[in-house]
């Protein structure tokens, strides 16, 4: 992690500390730097860890002068979110998706920053649903009807098996919790209503939630979670 950027939030802190008036400043102040300066270290340790472990396993070792300087751009960026506290799954497919563009050879900041900004704020659930969804897109299993020898289109039959999957599980113990996530990923750019029915909505993967998937396994990343 940058030392400017530890430094810039070493002195904010301080300020705040003095501004609040606290009893024995000095000692808080020197308390709250110590404890800061830990945390960055923290935190940009286990963030090295999560992308050289990932870049590890990247089957493409060089680069031309203009994609170095666009993956320096997307190392910035990573380490940026590493700093504000990303929770470190969230960290993990940041990095899958550094060697995802490195093991194309489509090495992009402005993709990575936009992909960066969204992932930062998933909940694991939201990442579970995501997952689930784009593979059961994939799997294109279609769902018979009752009584007939007819099946549902694919959006309709990945909204029952979705309910099916996941509602009972610790991350969706009820509908509600699903009909939520649902919601809740409405502000991000990886899904879309595709059908409206009178009991709901089924949502579907957008071309931006298809991109994600190409740079990363999401059954890799639930196997990682699992272990």
Known sequence: MSNGIQNVGIGITADILTAAD??????IVNVGNNLLTKIFKDRAEKAREIALNEMKRCERS?????????????????QRAALEGTAL?????LAKIMRGQATEGSVFATEFNEFAEIIASLKTREIVYLG?????????ILVP?????????IDQSVGILMRKELVGTSH????????SCETSLQRTAFIYPSVQLIGGTIFSPTSDLERL???????ELFGEMNA
């Not at 799954?89 to 497919?93: D, F, G, H, R």
């Not at 689930?132 to 294109?140: C, Q």
């Open 132 to 140: 689930t969804l784009i593979r059961l897109h994939k799997e294109k």
């Open 62 to 78: 060089e680069f031309d002068i203009e994609s170095a300087d666009q993956f320096v751009a997307i190392v910035y960026r990573y």
């Open 145 to 153: 009807k009752d009584n007939s020898e007819e099946y549902y289109e």
């Open 89 to 93: 799954l969230n960290l993990s497919i």
């Open 172 to 179: 969706f113990p009820e509908s509600r919790d699903l009909i």
């Open 22 to 27: 606290f009893g024995a400043t000095n000692f």
């Open 213 to 219: 998937a190409e740079l990363v396994e999401f059954e």
